[in-house]
């Protein structure tokens, strides 16, 4: 009976626990949602209490000042390029390394994935020069190419984990039904590494959508720098107030928050399946 | 790679006599192995090209004195000597250090959390699904978002001040300690989601008759946590261990870029900002590489073990 009544104790407080991390969670961005939703001068006179009447001027102004259809256009390209080919570049390495007889496959698989520890950071000027020197800075190939090398090694690592689970005996005898290796990667393996590939797709759509360093150095100021750019530079202008940032932000963060909601049953499926091991 | 694992040899082959069947197998081989080598080719051609490349260019450029537009001229040692006496610098590693101190909470707060959630708690599903939300925001719009909240009369200190804390309700982003604190706090906010994720994958794996015992049992939640789920759940810890290892530092930059900008002084000053200040701001070209290069030596000295754990899992042949 005590023991019962502990253990319904323990339960409150379990579910307490999520609740706060939950709110700390979301508050952040209810604060900002808002924000957005007040005027300069609501926002003026009280900062943190709900606003006394919803505007959407902010969203207007913020589309205004930033071209935003532009920005989320050349972030869309950006994006949708890298992540294709840097999946698809890992999915062939992948295959090569665990599927088919091919000497110096550890070796091809080990330079991949130590290519990890060099951060876009630390190379950042030389990497920058390199693109000049190909003549893609500022051009929406550049940055794609970039992207797809630096998501590389974690995609070629879970897809080789992924494909080794799968029983060579299954390959042999796709090849002897006359199965050419084509056939084998898309119509066999794929199939079957579609939760790695569908949470490897979501993760990378993520991080090349959020990131900065690699679109601000590459892009620049040109007509071609992504969205995260523009927020960053939006935020930097002395004369824009936080209703107006803040409305940038939602703009900014809603494409990622959206896929995430509509995939996130894949995204969960996906992220079971890649560790299971 | 031995003679089991080939192909069934073509009815041809077994009539005709064994020295041309080793020959059509070795260029079966050969022909195999090109093949191959076109594949890997283009992820080759890319990291080559966007990562070795650019490190080696970074290494001859850290070798040079070249600041603002000028020509460069060879400079021996001297941009690395330079370091060891530039506060800045030594600064920025100390930070660095500071941040991979706190490795552990970044371990072991999504670890209760994912066990939390994986005991099936009312709502279960929803928690687990607002978790992830701020990892889907971008690091830099995180960073402009918590400049407001933790503006001196923001939100945190109201409710720090309602609370009776008042003393707490510090200027988060402007003193010497709370700066890096915040921020650190700022990045475990926005990422702790992607390891709560990655432990309820580790979680799902393990059959859930050993793991309710584990939690219906008499003991406490601590020891069962360490004692019980930890060693069933070793790779995934170890997943995630090497992911925050290998990442803590770079996933800094964008909040560094609009929090602090590396202030006040030198307080939340990190070597991959500093890198990014000294290239594309002072335009010293040779030093900032040559940060670079530190900075790609203390990563790789981290995750050195990161790639040993990552190439023996991804070259180990399945029982």
């Known amino acids: 009976m005590n023991r019962r009544y502990s253990a319904q104790i323990g339960r409150y407080l379990l579910v307490f626990a999520l609740v706060v991390v939950a709110v700390a969670a979301l508050y952040p961005l209810l604060f900002t949602v808002v924000s957005s939703l007040k005027t300069q001068t609501g926002f003026a006179r009280d900062p943190l209490g709900l606003p006394s009447g919803i505007t959407f001027d902010n969203y207007v102004e913020a589309f205004k000042r930033m071209n935003m259809p532009r920005l989320l256009l050349n972030s869309i390209i950006t994006t949708v390029g890298g992540l294709v080919l840097s999946v698809l570049a890992a999915m062939l390495v992948a295959y090569t390394v665990t599927k088919l007889r091919f000497r110096g496959g550890k070796l091809v698989f080990l330079f991949i994935i130590v290519t990890l520890t060099i951060p876009s950071q630390a190379i950042i000027y030389p990497l920058y020069q390199t693109v000049l020197d190909l003549g893609m800075s500022g051009e929406y190939q550049g940055l794609i190419l970039a992207y797809a090398a630096f998501g590389l090694p974690l995609g070629t690592y879970q897809l080789a984990g992924y494909f080794q689970q799968v029983p060579d005996e299954l390959i042999e005898a796709a090849r002897v039904d006359g199965a050419g290796h084509f056939t084998i990667l898309f119509r066999l393996l794929a199939p079957i590494a579609t939760p790695a590939l569908a949470a490897l797709a979501i993760f990378n759509f993520v991080w090349m959508w959020n990131d900065l360093l690699l679109p601000l150095v590459i892009m620049g100021g040109s007509d071609s720098k992504t969205l995260m750019v523009g927020v960053s530079l939006l935020s930097g202008q002395y004369d824009v107030s936080v209703p107006l940032v803040s409305a940038g932000l939602i703009v900014a963060l809603l494409p990622v928050l959206i896929i995430y909601l509509v995939f996130q049953r894949q995204l969960i499926s996906g992220a079971l399946a890649g560790s299971g091991k | ?319």
């Open chain 2, 1 to 319: 790679m031995s003679i089991s694992t080939a192909p069934a040899a073509e009815p041809a082959a077994a009539t005709t006599p064994p020295a041309p069947v080793r020959r059509t197998r070795r260029f079966r081989h050969a022909r195999e192995w090109w093949f191959g080598a076109l594949l890997v080719l283009p992820a080759l051609a890319l990291a080559f090209t966007f990562k070795l490349v650019p490190l080696v260019r970074g290494v001859t450029t850290s070798f040079e004195s070249s600041s603002g537009f000028g020509d460069s001229s060879f400079a021996g040692f001297d941009n690395y000597t330079r370091m060891f006496d530039d506060p800045m610098v030594l600064a920025s590693f100390r930070n660095a250090l500071l941040v991979v101190a706190t490795l552990p909470v970044w371990i072991v707060v999504p670890l209760v959390l994912a066990v939390l959630i994986h005991q099936r708690a009312p709502g279960w599903k929803f928690f687990r699904a607002v978790y992830f939300i701020p990892y889907t925001i971008a690091p830099i719009v995180v960073g402009i978002m918590f400049r407001q909240i933790l503006a001196p009369d923001g939100p945190i200190n109201a409710l720090l001040r309602t609370v009776g804390l008042e003393p707490l309700a510090l200027e988060w982003l402007n003193g010497r300690n709370s700066a890096l604190f915040s921020l650190v706090a700022v990045a475990l906010w926005s990422f702790f989601g992607l390891g709560v994720m990655t432990y309820l994958a580790g979680l799902a794996t393990i059959p859930d008759e050993v793991l309710e015992a584990a939690y219906l049992d008499g003991a406490g939640f601590w020891r069962r946590l360490f004692s019980v789920v930890v060693p069933m759940l070793r790779p995934t810890v170890a997943y995630w261990s090497v992911l925050c290892a290998s990442g803590v530092l770079i996933w800094l930059f964008p909040l560094i870029y609009a929090l602090t900008q590396g202030g006040p002084g030198d307080a939340t000053m990190l070597p991959e900002y500093l890198v990014f200040l000294t290239t594309f701001q002072f335009l010293d070209r040779g030093y900032g590489s040559a940060i670079g290069i530190a900075l790609f030596v203390f990563v790789a000295l981290i995750s050195v073990f990161s790639v040993r754990h990552m190439f023996k899992e991804g070259t180990r042949k399945p029982r």
